[in-house]
């Protein structure tokens, strides 16, 4: 199957779950994870009408997007890879969204790169829900006085929180610990489900799904 063939029964899927979790259609938003892949690889999805896509790096991400935005203006784009410090003022320029926000240093940086460019983007917190060492993410028992000092000490416009299960544990008990630190927190959007689970963090309440290989196939990464 084609890319657009792809992402159509991935956008079929999403509206039969939303059904099926007694939610609104298009209550979703799918972020077609581009990663990995050239602008040649993505342009088919922007043909057919796609305009939300995520990717991982902000350098990877400035080589092929401003060629796309120059062809599909309309574009949202969302980083959903981790962001260092000094990459903050290419991520605000360039991105629209970023769902990584996890440490005072780059809660501090985005918010002075916002004032000086003049922009304005919705973050999320990302949340290690699993605690593992390895992963970024603010831990979960740190997440409620985090979530307070990005509102209220730098007045950031957080939207929601996001999350990355251990990709060798049963995704819904992460949904449901990020779904009951977003409840608590008055947020509205939670940024969970990718390729393998999108359905079921659907049901547990996903405002936003990241879908990458069931859209663009295998990627292959470098050695």
């Known amino acids: 199957m ?6 159509g029964q991935v956008q079929d899927d999403i509206g039969k779950a939303e059904k099926e979790a007694g939610r609104d259609e298009g209550s979703v938003t799918l972020i077609a994870v581009s990663k990995t892949f050239d602008a040649d690889h993505i342009r088919p999805a922007l043909q057919v009408g796609h305009r939300v896509f995520g990717e991982n790096r902000v350098q990877e991400a400035k080589g092929k997007w401003p060629e796309l935005l120059e062809e599909f ?17 290419e991520a605000v320029a360039l991105f629209d969204v970023i769902h990584t926000v996890d440490r005072p240093k780059i809660a501090r940086a985005i918010r002075l790169e916002m004032e000086k460019q003049n922009r304005n983007l919705d973050l999320f917190v990302q949340i290690n829900t699993g605690d593992e060492p390895q992963k970024a993410g603010i831990s979960v028992q740190d997440a409620d006085d985090f979530i307070a000092f990005c509102r209220n000490e730098l007045a950031l416009p957080i939207k929601g929180l996001m999350c990355i299960p251990p990709f060798d ?28 689970d999108y359905q079921e ?22 050695a």
């Open 2 to 7: 084609g890319i657009k063939t792809q992402l």
């Open 73 to 89: 203006p309309d574009t949202q784009l969302h980083l959903i890879g981790p962001l260092q410090s000094n990459k903050s003022k």
């Open 169 to 196: 544990e049963d995704p819904s008990p992460h949904f449901k610990i990020l779904a009951e630190i977003a409840a608590r927190n008055d947020l509205e959007e939670l940024s969970m489900g990718m390729s393998g």
């Open 201 to 222: 963090a659907i049901k547990a309440g996903a405002s936003h799904v990241r879908v990458g290989s069931a859209i663009f196939g295998k990627r292959d990464y470098p």
